[in-house]
């Protein structure tokens, strides 16, 4: 899974006399993402060496006959085709341009002949859909994007979809979660070639983690997938979302379905790539990050509001989904964002701050505005306290600042965020 393995005896097969473990081959597409594209172009193909990372050597390969078109609609030249896959120890599909429409079949033929002559191969985000239609992932572990996970999960019913998982190792077979997972999973490959420092080291130079920790929960919303709107247990799943604080069980969803647990665990799975209880301990898990986010309720108080038997139940499943406990979790995204009474009480301390700094004749300006007096705002009335939002608006008059007064940022010269 995204954890490191340390015995992975598929990965130890022997290679055949052709192929080298350093040559990386990367298959690209017509009407692929770029920057899935570009991640194990710049991970395998270019030499760091002096940094302290193996080298690999790169094979850029075209799966296709068709001028390679990419993202805004850039074209691509592919120094080699299919023919070069039989010289690289591992192949590379970093992505597939629609998960609705089948890849070339002479491509999944050569991902075929890799894979039996020992090739390491690995799909990033879309890319798990054509491992699968090559018949790769058949009663193994994978993940792709958690978005298409259960669309995956649907047409390769063999394929054991994990949307949890930021990568899957299975040794010979390895896919990754969307678009940046897939620098997770190749750092991951680097680590498994020459160790933890040659991974670090490449970590640095591409201004990344070395290991991100947790996996997609964080990233997941609750929303249906597409494919569950018109099934009977469309009905099913939108009564969890909206019961997520009382206490039940799968159990309990399956008889509202009228299946068996058994029956309703397997279609679940179908539908959603997701074990049942694992998706009912994810939504609970969302709902109480989203508590944390937005209201004062204790942790106590949100265990019991997400449907969770204790909050001893909640800090657990909460750390191993999100790697972190619920009270750290509140206090780090409290301490990103202000509330909005401490924004206020700054800005007003900033204002006094710039009235202080004022030269005595700005000041004798605003008290003749505020008073009425030239230059006053028309009908400002005699002796009322000048508002605080008044500073920027007179700096604002005439289209520039007062002559004579320092530069300083009025509330809409200050930069957002």
């Known amino acids: 899974m995204s954890q490191d393995s340390t015995t992975v005896p598929e990965a130890a097969r022997k290679l055949s006399g052709r192929r080298r473990r350093e040559i990386v081959a990367v298959l690209l597409f017509s009407g692929g993402p770029i920057f899935e594209s570009s ?12 940094a302290g990372v193996p080298r690999y050597r790169l094979l850029v390969c075209a799966g296709e006959d068709a001028p390679l078109r990419t993202t805004g609609g850039l074209e691509l030249t592919a120094p080699y085709g299919l023919e070069a896959l039989a010289r690289a120890g591992t192949v590379v599909v970093p992505a597939w341009r629609s998960i609705t ?3 070339p079949a002479e491509a999944l033929e050569a991902l075929r002949r890799a894979h039996e002559e020992g090739a390491r191969i690995v799909g990033l985000c879309t890319g798990a859909f054509v491992l699968a239609a090559a018949g790769l992932l058949d009663s193994r572990p994978a993940t792709t994007h958690w978005m298409y996970a259960p669309t995956l999960a649907k047409r390769y019913p063999s394929v054991h979809v994990d949307p949890r998982e930021l990568y899957v190792d299975d040794g010979d077979v390895l896919t990754s979660a969307g678009t940046a997972a897939g620098i997770d999973l190749c750092l991951h490959i680097v680590r498994t070639d020459h160790g933890a ?3 670090g080291a490449l970590a640095r130079r591409l201004v990344v983690p070395a290991r991100r920790s947790g996996g997609q929960e964080r990233y997941l919303d609750r929303s249906l997938p597409e494919e569950i709107g018109a099934d009977p247990l469309a009905e099913v799943v939108a009564w969890a979302l909206e019961h997520l604080h009382e206490q039940f069980d799968v159990e309990t969803l399956a008889a509202r379905a009228y299946m068996s647990r058994r029956t309703f665990d397997r279609r679940f799975r179908s539908l959603t790539g997701s074990a049942p209880l694992q998706w009912l301990i994810t939504q609970r898990v969302l709902q109480a990050q989203r508590l944390l ?6 942790v106590d108080e949100v265990a019991g509001r997400c449907g969770f038997r204790s909050p001893v139940a909640l800090r657990g499943h909460f750390r191993r989904q999100l790697g972190s406990s619920p009270a750290a979790y509140r206090a780090a995204y409290r301490a990103r964002r202000p509330q909005n009474g401490a924004a206020e009480r700054s800005e007003r301390l900033e204002i006094i701050e710039q009235r202080q700094a004022e030269p005595a004749g700005i000041v004798a300006i605003r008290r003749s505005a505020a008073a009425g007096g030239p230059g006053g705002p028309a009908g400002h009335e005699q002796g009322k306290p000048e508002s605080d939002a008044y500073v920027p608006r007179l700096s604002e008059q005439g289209g520039g600042r007062i002559p004579g007064r320092p530069s300083v940022p009025g509330q ?3 930069p957002v965020g």
């Open 101 to 103: 429409s089948p890849p």
């Open 293 to 298: 986010e937005t209201s004062d309720y204790s």
């Open 197 to 199: 420092e040659a991974a």
């Open 412 to 414: 809409r010269d200050r």
């Open 39 to 50: 991640i194990p172009l710049s991970v395998f193909g270019i030499d760091r060496q002096d």
